[in-house]
Structure formats: C-alpha cells, structure tokens
C-alpha cells in the first residue's frame, strides 16, 4: 500500500495541509510492525480528502479522527512527559 500517496491526497483538505506538507517533505516515516503477525486487516485509513462543510458534525469528527491517527502513524514517536 502506498501511503505516501494517501498522504498526498490528504494534503488537499485544508486541516491537514501544514502537516502533509512536514511529512511529505522528508518527515515520514514507514509505520512499525508489531511482533506478531494477527493477519488482521489493515489500519484504517481516509482514501480521500473530505470538506468538513458536506459532512454532519459527528461525520467529520469520526474522519478527523481516523485521519489524524493516520497521520500519527506515519510520523515520529510522541515523547511524553510526567509530572
């Protein structure tokens, strides 16, 4: 699967165009592997940039959400702090 080109489509939904833009200009990283192979499917994902003015309030919540793990998954490790 070619997540690069996920990520370029995703470039054209205004939210996420800053980050596309990070990533695809050398901050993306392959998303790891687990151990273990549970032959599940693969993660989901958005398959095209969407407007947030066409979808319902709980629609576009849903695909931000999905988009935004999408994004995570292709980028750095988040370093985390406690206090």
Known sequence: MNLTNLIEKLRNCHDYESYTNTLLGGQYLKPKFGKQND?????????KPAD???????EWRIYDLISRH?????SKDAIGIES
Do not use: D, K
């Open 39 to 47: 032959q599940a499917h693969t993660p989901i994902h958005p398959v």
């Open 52 to 58: 947030p003015n066409t979808l319902s309030r709980n």
């Open 70 to 74: 999408f994004l995570a998954c292709c």
